[in-house]
């Protein structure tokens, strides 16, 4: 397949349920090659975004490019899309099930014959291979789904809340996974609405709340562009006196250090003034914020 | 297409595997085979077979009569000792005998006699009247009996007082002999009336259980899938439409294999017996033709109900309508199968739902129907095909991925229109 800058472009998307605004003029670029996270809460819009990217469902008005192409239909071979909505054939064995979607992906025999243990090792259910999908217990059917995503080796992978019911080795394997998968070239792209996912492992992330967009771009960038008004100090001797400076919103005691959390106008570097001479300084860090801050900022500023 | 074939070799699979499938397959024949077994054997036994003797009183103000009923009677006993109806005749030809009608009615009542038979007046010069008192008012057979050897007596009587001999009358009456004979049966073979009407009404349950019974099949699976939640996965990989079309023909397949086996299994059967010529190449090329057409058109339907709810009830409301269709000429058949050309039997020949269940029966009935029907009501499944498949998958699409509320007829066809 012809790799192209963008793996995704939304243009202008916009899509309404019954009069409720689900999605609303939105717009991003998602460069392949990177792992891409939609974030945002519950009902933010991630679900219909994804779905209308897979063509399930169709937006009221804008448009999707997937590798250039203006239809997904061709591109559907090499793409694995995981579902909020999660499924499989309860009646069919493990092997059974992920050889058919292997197949409607117009997979050959021969790969499968590959591809399928493979895969099933990766997450390590080679031993289930010949049970049924209903015998499994939820955490392998999450597996199991997500072998049944991966396994035509796509190009483009989308993830509908992969994390979610997902205990923490499990979840440090799918991570591994994600990101084994970048680094072959390959584009990912998720949603979740736990901020503390993306911030290990996205390149790129697309804040959107209520259906629209709040920010989006490289990760790095949009920290940087975060000055966070929380400093983070180690002193010697007596600290009192820093609560009293009129600069300081708040302070609060993390072990030998101190959390000072400065009016939103003030610049770091007058707190760094007021320390000099009164007190000898250990340490001094300015904070970087976190999604969930930028998400909380960025959102409080809109209303 | 690919995909399409590969959708329908799994859903063929997934089908024919299951053991409600297998149960299916075998328990129709068992359950249509043994009612008609059955059946036959209880109407044998009820009309030839043994039988515990009957007990009949008849009270008779005629000498003359009562003396023949006696000689029928005793005739009659001597013939079918197995079904004996034991007679005992209280004569009341003058004004001083005791009447014993209560008392033998109280007998019936209480089950010491079966009948009790009163005849009041001459019935000989057709003036008088016969009343038959009886407590079981089913046993259709045994009244008969009874009504055949006292009209026997009486028309007896009144030969003998023509001057006619009952002897040469009964001798003249003799049975003629008279049978038909189908051209098309093997020279010189009887054709039974039951299998006549039997090979169009096998068309018939043949051609409504292919369709309809399979299309249900198809119902449950989108059904099924929609509740494993495991269509938007497939939906990533093939179109609504190729999901769609691949199920209709898996399951078409099902429908096929079940037909066939059930087609086969009684043209064996007939061949054994010797009425291998009731099933000829025509009738079976017009019922493929229409098998396939009208399970393209039905299935298309019931896979955008399947995907339009959530549960088989739901299902189950939308399709009542719908099975009207299948019903109507299920219900009719015996008309349709006698009166073929009717108008009736023709309207709905026009009726796309109808239209191969239909046809097939009047086909088998009357090979010569007039071409243009056949041509016509072919063209107009040929053509509604497309329609109904395209309305059909729009809903399918739109439905598959709704969950919750059930949709109404409105939002259905709102559906349709949208894109």
Not at chain 1, 174 to 185: D, P, S, T, V
Not at chain 2, 60 to 88: A, Q, T
Not at chain 2, 117 to 146: A, P, Q
Not at chain 2, 232 to 237: C, D, G, K, V
Request: aromatic share 8%; net charge positive.
């Amino acid at each position: 397949m012809l790799m192209h800058n963008d793996a995704l472009v939304i243009e202008n998307v916009c899509k309404h349920f019954n009069g409720i605004r689900a999605v609303n003029n939105l717009s991003a670029r998602l460069p392949s090659g990177c792992i891409y996270g939609f974030l945002g809460p519950n009902g933010a819009g991630k679900t219909t975004t994804i779905r209308m990217i897979m063509n399930i469902i169709q937006p009221d008005s804008g448009s999707i490019t997937i590798f250039g192409n203006s239809s997904i239909e061709k591109a559907k071979n090499n793409i694995g899309y995981m579902p909020e909505e999660r499924g499989l054939y309860r009646k069919m064995t493990v092997r059974s099930i992920i050889s058919y979607i292997g197949a409607i992906k117009n997979m050959k025999r021969t790969e499968l014959s590959q591809a399928v243990p493979h895969w099933l090792g990766e997450l390590g259910l080679q031993d289930w291979a010949d049970k049924k999908v209903e015998d499994l217990s939820r955490g392998m059917q999450q597996k199991l789904q997500f072998v049944a995503t991966v396994i035509n080796d796509p190009t483009l992978l989308i993830l509908d809340e992969p994390f979610s019911g997902l205990d923490p080795i499990n979840l440090d394997l799918l991570k591994g996974i994600m990101l084994k998968m970048r680094e072959n070239g390959k584009t990912v792209v998720f949603s979740t609405h736990m901020m503390e996912h993306a911030e290990k492992l996205c390149d790129f992330i697309l804040l959107i709340n209520k259906g629209e967009k709040v920010i989006d771009g490289p990760l790095d960038q949009i920290r940087a562009n975060f000055t966070s008004n929380v400093v983070s100090i180690e002193l010697e001797g007596d600290t009192g006196f820093i609560g009293k400076l009129p600069i300081v919103k708040d302070t609060k005691k993390v072990g030998k250090r101190l959390e000072i959390t400065l009016d939103e106008k003030t610049d770091h570097q007058e707190l760094l003034h007021n320390l000099i001479g009164k007190s000898r300084i250990r340490a001094f860090e300015v904070k970087s914020p976190s999604l969930h801050e930028i998400f909380i900022q960025m959102v409080g500023e809109k209303k | 297409m690919n995909k399409i074939i590969k959708i329908a070799h799994r859903d063929f699979i997934a089908t024919v595997k299951t053991k409600t499938f297998l149960f299916a397959l075998l328990i129709t024949p068992i359950l249509v085979g043994g009612i008609l077994f059955l059946s036959t054997r209880l109407q044998k036994n009820t009309f030839s077979g043994p039988r515990p003797d009957k007990k009949v009183a008849i009270i008779c103000p005629l000498v003359e009569l009562s003396d023949e009923l006696d000689v029928i009677f005793k005739n009659h006993n001597d013939n079918h000792s197995e079904r004996k109806v034991l007679n005992k005749i209280y004569l009341t030809d003058n004004e001083n005998t005791e009447n014993p009608a209560e008392t033998l009615k109280s007998e019936v009542r209480d089950g010491t006699l079966d009948a009790c038979l009163i005849v009041e007046g001459d019935v000989l010069t057709g003036n008088g009247r016969v009343n038959l008192y009886t407590k079981n008012i089913t046993d259709f057979e045994f009244f008969g009996t009874v009504r055949n050897l006292f009209t026997e007596a009486v028309f007896n009587c009144r030969y003998r007082q023509n001057n006619l001999s009952p002897e040469l009358i009964a001798k003249l009456r003799r049975h003629v002999p008279m049978e038909r004979i189908d051209l098309n049966a093997e020279t010189g073979k009887k054709k039974n009336e039951i299998v006549m009407l039997m090979v169009p009404f096998f068309f018939l349950f043949l051609m409504f259980f292919g369709i309809v019974a399979t299309n249900q099949g198809l119902l449950m699976s989108v059904i099924e899938e929609k509740n494993s939640r495991v269509i938007e996965i497939l939906l990533s990989a093939v179109t609504p439409f190729q999901l769609m079309a691949g199920k209709i023909l898996g399951q078409s397949a099902v429908g096929l294999t079940i037909v066939g086996i059930y087609g086969l299994t009684a043209y064996i059967t007939a061949a054994a017996r010797g009425m291998g010529y009731l099933l000829n190449a025509e009738i079976v090329i017009y019922f493929i033709t229409y098998y396939i057409l009208g399970f393209l058109l039905i299935s298309s339907i019931f896979a955008a109900i399947g995907a339009a709810c959530n549960t088989i009830n739901e299902a189950k409301s939308l399709m009542t309508p719908l099975m009207m269709f299948f019903i109507l000429p299920m219900v009719a058949w015996f008309y349709i199968a006698q009166k073929p050309d009717d108008i009736f039997p023709v309207v709905m020949s026009f009726i796309p739902p109808m239209t191969p269940i239909v046809m097939i029966l009047r086909l088998a009935v009357r090979p010569d129907l007039p071409v243009w029907q056949i041509a016509g009501s072919i063209v107009l499944l040929v053509v509604s095909i497309p329609v109904v498949m395209w309305a059909a998958s729009k809903v399918f699409r739109t439905g598959i991925l709704m969950y919750g509320k059930q949709p109404g007829l409105k939002e259905l066809l709102r559906w349709v229109r949208s894109n």
